[in-house]
């Protein structure tokens, strides 16, 4: 269930948070422990950025961040390669990923579009799918419908991120 | 100005599927190229920041931003648009998919969208790889010393960033 939740868009901790909190104790359960994981965010980053922008003048500060720059490129670009890896993809569906990147970086469409398009085409392909499937209604076997599922999905990411390139 | 900030948040809080770095790209999109509220180092050394300090990344850089763009205000606005579509959705969805768990909709949704949020972060990074941030031949080694670290090392982030940061005091 957790990864349902964490997979529902939005930011994890708030996910997790709210759900918890309402499994225990009910809506009130829910909204205590929002504020419980907001809040921390809230007051430390309030208190940083108020400095923050004076600091970022002086020499010193400069010279760390000048530092610190390509590392946090290395620490967004890591985790994109382990989620791939993680989410046990075949290496067939690499050009995805690649495709969406190049789509987002030389033809600056929003990330927030390219979602959008990917969840109205993943809709409708199963929608398609399953109304066929319920005019037969011959074929009792799940196992094989569960196969053709996912191959069916597959086709749809390709025709979701080449949409997006056209 | 406060709804803008409102509106870019809000969009980024109901589409970023992903958690926190799935959310970078769109983040970085909105607020550096669209709406140019700040440089792509300036970005940057925000990520840094966020990632630093406790909490979600993402919430981190709203709060971040939004105090950069309108103040306290800001702050609050951008904090609570990010997280507003999340508990809308809990709310609406939560009851539903207890109950369709293994609903169809929702497994094809996920599945798809995985590769996409993928290639989404790794945008984020790619963008990032430009001139203000990459200043000479030493941030490309620096860039695939963290990245060997991380990748393969497992080495905590926050550590890769102190080293970095010390690393920059001594050599620039």
Redesign the interface.
Known sequence: ?IT????????????TA??VG?RIAGKCG?AVS?LG??L???L???A???C??EF?ENE?V???????????????????????IK?E?SWK?LP???????V??FL?I???Y???A??I???C??YRK?KDIDKKKSDNNTDNHDDS??DD??N??FI??KKEND | MYLKLFWSFF???????????G????IQ??VV??NGWMTN??F??I?????M????I???CA??IG??QGG?IG??FT??A??L???L???A??TW??KN?EN???K??????????????????????NK????GFE??I??????IA??FFKVN?IY??I???????F??
Not at chain 1, 96 to 102: E, H, Q, S
Not at chain 2, 11 to 21: D, E
Not at chain 2, 132 to 135: G, L, P, T, V
Not at chain 2, 163 to 169: T, W
């Open positions: 269930m349902i939740v964490q997979s529902l868009p939005g930011v994890f901790a708030v996910n709210l759900y309402y829910a929002f994981a907001v921390p965010s809230l430390i980053i309030g940083i950025s108020t923050f922008q970022r010193t400069m010279k760390i961040f000048n530092g610190i720059r390509p590392c946090v490129v290395a620490l967004i670009l890591a985790p994109s390669i382990k989620m791939f989410s993809l569906f995805i990923p690649i495709l969406v990147a190049a987002v970086v600056k929003s990330p927030v390219i979602i959008m990917a969840i085409c993943t809709l392909w199963e399953f599922e996912e999905e597959k749809v990411e979701s991120t | 969009k980024i809080g109901l589409f970023g599927f992903g958690g926190g770095y959310m970078i790209s769109m999109f909105d190229d669209k180092s300036e940057a050394d990520l840094a920041l966020s990632q300090t406790p909490g979600p993402s919430i981190n709060t971040y105090y950069n306290v702050a609050i904090t609570f990010l997280c579509p999340t508990v959705l809990m709310v969805v939560i998919l207890f768990k169809h909709y929702v094809a949704l996920l599945a798809s969208l995985n590769p996409i949020v993928v290639g989404l972060i790794f945008s984020a990074g790619v963008l990032m790889m203000e941030n990459f200043i941030s490309v620096i860039c695939a010393i963290v990245f991380t990748f982030p890769l960033i080293m970095s940061g010390i690393f920059g005091y050599y620039y």
